[in-house]
């Protein structure tokens, strides 16, 4: 059995490594995809790290935590809910559950007819990209909330200096502004989030 686990990582802590930790204690799926979500977004406040970034952070987790069998694949954005799940089965290998606890992409994948197994939270309120950022541009400490390999491939690539530029930039918060504003104001056009339990990113 194929299992999906998709979310944006921005950036990846551990409380997603906890959640796959469960689903591979749990549900033993021989082979785990791991979609990175919002891949075309970058360098703004909210998603401040490539695809390319995160796909490093969770291929290095994991492989220090002798997993076996998973495959990071990036995933970008569709603008409507009623197409966005065809849109994730198009880009990544058959799979037949998919691990959330965001309720709409529960809905989504359900309607759709995959297996979406209920999963628990794992200290809901610090493992959470939210925090996490907001600790970086705060300069507080953020480093026990992620991996220990998340932490030196950040430090590799001055992630929280970027996060605390990111902050201060008027125009990545003016795309970002208007990104949102746009699909607040085109509700049909919405894109669905990313699976992310926490955050969600």
Request: a negative charge; proline letters at 8%.
């Amino acid at each position: 059995m194929r299992g999906l686990y998709i979310g944006r990582f921005q950036p990846f802590h551990n409380g997603h490594l906890e959640l796959l930790v469960h689903v591979q204690q749990t549900f033993r799926p021989h082979e785990l995809l791991i979609g990175i979500g919002s891949a075309q977004v970058s360098h703004t406040p909210r998603n401040p790290f490539t695809a390319g970034e995160r796909f490093e952070m969770v291929k290095r987790t994991l492989q220090a935590e002798r997993f076996e069998d998973f495959w990071p694949i990036p995933v970008p954005d569709v603008d409507r809910h009623s197409i966005w799940v065809s849109h994730v089965v198009s880009l990544l290998p058959a799979f037949e559950q998919v691990y959330s606890n965001d309720p709409l992409t529960v809905h989504l994948f359900q309607k759709a007819g995959f297996e979406v197994p209920r999963l628990p939270f794992f200290n809901r309120g610090e493992y959470e990209g939210t925090e996490i950022r907001r600790r970086m541009v705060e300069e507080e400490p953020w480093e026990h909330l992620v991996p220990s390999a998340v932490r030196v491939f950040l430090q590799e690539i001055k992630g929280a200096e970027r996060v605390r530029l990111l902050s201060g930039s008027h125009e990545a918060s003016r795309v970002e502004d208007e990104d949102h504003a746009g699909k607040h104001h085109q509700r049909t056009l919405r894109p669905a989030p990313s699976i992310d339990p926490s955050d969600e990113g």
